[in-house]
């Protein structure tokens, strides 16, 4: 009668151990299994992403409002096309600026957008026209060191 009742409190913690693990990873691995579909998702088409990847986080004046979902070349094969998607109440205008920035100096790339002012909002799979690529600091170092500084 004992072995049954601890296989059973051992049984039922085993079970509370993995519901924890499972939240955990969908958690801090950013996955939309509940309530994904209710994002707006958003274009922009950089000159270069370098360093950017999926899964950067995507904000406004320091707060994340979504995360980039996919990076791919346009039609032509010259630009780069990021897709991304931001939470429920966000709005941004045909005037919106996305940027590519770096935390700190060798830190992770994100998206930052400025979301404008004007008249028409961004609908769904919108995109927005202007974009500013991020600091290339490999290309920037080559140009100093070989004295190609304009």
Same mark, same amino acid.
């Given at each position: 009668?004992?072995?049954?009742?601890? $296989?059973?409190?051992?049984?039922?913690?085993?079970?509370?151990?993995?519901?924890?693990?499972?939240?955990?990873?969908?958690?801090?691995?950013?996955?939309?299994?509940?309530?994904?579909?209710?994002?707006?998702?958003?274009?922009?088409?950089?000159?270069?992403?370098?360093?950017?990847?999926?899964?950067?986080?995507? $904000?406004?004046?320091?707060?994340?409002?979504?995360?980039?979902?996919?990076?791919?070349?346009?039609?032509?094969?010259?630009?780069?096309?990021?897709?991304?998607?931001?939470?429920?109440?966000?709005?941004?205008?045909?005037?919106?600026?996305?940027?590519?920035?770096?935390?700190?100096?060798?830190?992770?790339?994100?998206?930052?957008?400025?979301?404008?002012?004007?008249?028409?909002?961004?609908?769904?799979?919108?995109?927005?026209?202007?974009?500013?690529?991020?600091?290339?600091?490999?290309?920037?170092?080559?140009?100093?060191?070989?004295?190609?500084?304009?």
């Amino acid at each position: 009668m004992k072995d049954a009742k601890l $296989e059973l409190i051992v049984g039922v913690f085993v079970l509370v151990g993995i519901a924890a693990l499972t939240y955990l990873a969908v958690k801090l691995g950013k996955l939309e299994v509940i309530g994904g579909g209710k994002n707006l998702e958003i274009h922009a088409e950089f000159d270069s992403v370098a360093g950017l990847k999926d899964g950067a986080t995507v $904000e406004i004046a320091g707060v994340q409002v979504g995360q980039v979902k996919k990076i791919w070349l346009n039609g032509d094969g010259e630009r780069a096309v990021v897709s991304f998607s931001l939470t429920p109440g966000v709005k941004l205008y045909g005037d919106a600026i996305a940027s590519i920035k770096t935390r700190g100096l060798i830190g992770d790339k994100y998206v930052s957008l400025s979301p404008g002012g004007s008249q028409k909002e961004l609908p769904p799979g919108g995109k927005i026209r202007e974009t500013e690529s991020g600091i290339d600091f490999e290309k920037a170092i080559s140009e100093f060191i070989h004295g190609n500084v304009k």
